[in-house]
């Protein structure tokens, strides 16, 4: 039976087309703030990095009320290395919103979420945001989502989807273009027409699928997801259905609806609501609660398999310990394996070692996060170059394989197809719109994209656009080639001084500032040619009584250049680490005695050959 009192939707869309900004505008009109309550703009971005990156990284949920139905609304990432995100999101809805920007159109990761979306076979409603913008070419956009639908298989009832337009910015939905519509009523009335209520039977058997967790510090850990069928009472006993098998005899200590932002305790719920339970230990995502006596789990969530990995290290640099408060190899081990409990699409793996620890995840977006997440915390750590996961198939070595968009302008595209070539990428569509810019399709391997994108803005000057959807797997493609510079390395400890970096002007590009400690083996700088130079960056000018110390105050150094987490990650090559602190980020070679380093690159050249 359907329960037309709840309507759950996701909200689906490519990063930045304004999901969660419409969420703001929908919470503000369905009256769930008072009247004269401040609330900051995309509240549901409520990690400090999504404030400062911009973006939805973890799926969240709110609900409204509107003519007295309650409205579920899961706001989803719309970047496909938090692919995990949507796929969980999209296990508890019966329909989504696709939005999309009414200029830029249908973008790479727009296919990827509608596509999981149609997948599990939900009916859309097609929202054509930022309509005010003065590049808006709504009619042509709305084609080009026609297409991507019959692109993607979708069936017929799915093409027939609504279509409504939106300024989200400003609260303002139009059923008809130049209606005279002032608020969001036309978009919470299609939602009520076009989505219907969840089927769910509150007399069947209990059945809890956990999408979600949280922690509370008075009840511990929460667990999240949609009571598909039955209800669940305190001080009754319920059955957990784990991958281990069924624990029985557990008791909730708490449970919860969903009211706008907040979750508000209740004694009983009911089937269709996607609703909170706390008082489980050791539930984890894809758990079901079920009936004590005769449970009956669902289905385990499936999602995509992680793409790279990333080897993360105990810190054994000079300076380890200086920083971080958790820095031993039980704090990282026990952080991870908290964070996989919430993050399904991530994995942690054991190394042969005991102080290194691989971690696998969609992408290098990902694991920047993770890894800034985790140095707020007070972690100090190392971590590798991304390197991508192979498999194996009819005896030859598959890895994954990358379809990159680029938005360029047009006297650009020899020096990017020069250098996606050499990355043994292979263009499959070029368009040339006419206007200054054009848009180039390229399908290459993941290991080809790895540290492009620094160079990709440099090559284009900060104009070009780059996005990427995975494309499944392709026989290898042999060596790649990667970073073409060389390293400058530190070969002692000390200071930086003005009088070393000005002989160092001519070798290549800092990334230390005068007066930052340095160790034996740190990076610290790019070096102009392709071998790697060690030097003394910490020298200073011996005074004589013919020249005094300030002679040289006139000279101007050129400021360094001083790399993000993300840049790091990029520019470290195979034998170098990126050491991560609560205050620092520095980079290194991995053997950081510079006799090894020489003999052991003579051995790889003298194998070589």
Known sequence: MRKNNFRNIAIIAHVDHGKTTLVDGLLQQSGTFKAHQEVEDRVMDSMDLEKERGITITAKNTAIHYEGVKINIMDTPGHADFGGEVERSLNLVDGALLLVDASEGPLPQTRFVLKKTLEKNLPVILVINKIDRSDARIDEVVNEVYDLFIDLDATEDQIEFPIL????????????????????????????ENIEGPVADDDHTPQFLVTNLDYDSYVGQVAIGRLNHGTLAMNQSYALCGADGIRRNEKFSALYTFKGLQKVQVDQLEAGDIIAVAGIDGVTIGDTISDNENPEPLPRIIIDEPTVSMLFYVNNSPFAGKEGKYLTSRNISERL?????????????????????????????????????????????????????????????????????????????????????????RMTNLVNHGHGRV????????????????????????????????????????PIPQRVSGAMISDRNGKVTTYACLGMVDRGELFVEVGTDVYDGMIIGERNRTEDLSLNITREKKLTNMRAASSDATVVLRPPKQLSLDQSIEFIAEDELVEVTPESIRLRKMELDANKRASAHRKAKYANN
């Not at 005896?395 to 595209?413: A, Q, S, W, Y």
């Open 337 to 425: 394996d908290k964070e996989t409990l919430g993050n399904v699409s991530l994995q942690v793996h054991k190394t042969d070692r005991t102080d290194v620890f691989e971690v696998r995840g969609r992408g290098e977006l990902q694991m920047a996060v993770l890894i800034e997440t985790m140095r707020r915390e007070g972690f100090e750590f190392m971590v590798s170059k991304p390197r991508v996961i192979t498999h194996e198939k009819d005896g030859k070595t598959m890895e994954p394989m990358e379809k990159v968009f680029l938005d360029i302008p047009d006297d650009k595209v020899g020096v990017i197809t020069e250098k996606l070539s050499a990355r043994k990428g």
């Open 165 to 192: 337009y939106t300024i989200a910015k400003d609260g303002v939905a139009h059923a008809e273009i130049g209606d005279d519509s002032t608020d969001l009523k036309p978009l919470f009335d299609a939602i009520l």
């Open 439 to 478: 848009s180039m399709e390229f399908v290459i391997p993941s290991r080809g994209l790895i540290g492009f994108r620094s160079q990709f803005l440099t090559d284009t000057q900060g104009a070009g656009i780059m996005n990427k959807l995975f494309d499944g797997f392709a026989p290898w493609f042999g």
